[in-house]
Nanobody
Framework: QVQLQESGPGLVKPSQTLYLTCTVS??????????WSWIRQPPGKGLEWMGA???????HNVPSLKSRTSISRDTSKNQFTLQLSSVTPEDTAVYHC??????????????????WGQGTQVTVSS
């Protein structure tokens, strides 16, 4: 059974770059046909899919965040990473990583994904 665990700073200052890592166990991030996504949920709002990296290494980003996001991976560590630049307080959210067998840009629930991490709180504040 695949397990995902997010890690990163809990507090980031405005204008800085946020780096989050998802460590995967129980399965390889290079296994066909899986996509590895980042999803976030701001307080009082719904889930927002931010982007994904595929088993092949190709990346997919949501247009509204494309200029600020970068998703990469380290296959030797079985990890993938989210980089979000120029953060503002509006980026405050719980960030989740997840696995699916297809892209799910219109996520409604984490159960839309086959597996997901428990999430990590990120607060953007000076």
């Amino acid at each position: 059974q695949v397990q995902l665990q997010e890690s990163g700073p809990g507090l980031v200052k405005p204008s800085q770059t946020l780096y989050l890592t998802c460590t995967v166990s129980g399965g390889s991030i290079t296994t066909y046909p899986y996509y590895w996504s980042w999803i976030r949920q701001p307080p009082g709002k719904g889930l927002e899919w931010m982007g994904a990296i595929a088993y092949s290494g190709s990346t997919h980003n949501v247009p509204s965040l494309k200029s600020r996001t970068s998703i990469s991976r380290d296959t030797s560590k079985n990890q993938f990473t989210l980089q979000l630049s120029s953060v503002t307080p509006e980026d405050t959210a719980v960030y989740h990583c997840a696995r699916s067998s297809a892209l799910i840009p219109n996520v409604r629930s984490l159960t839309d994904f086959g597996s997901w991490g428990q999430g990590t709180q990120v607060t953007v504040s000076s």
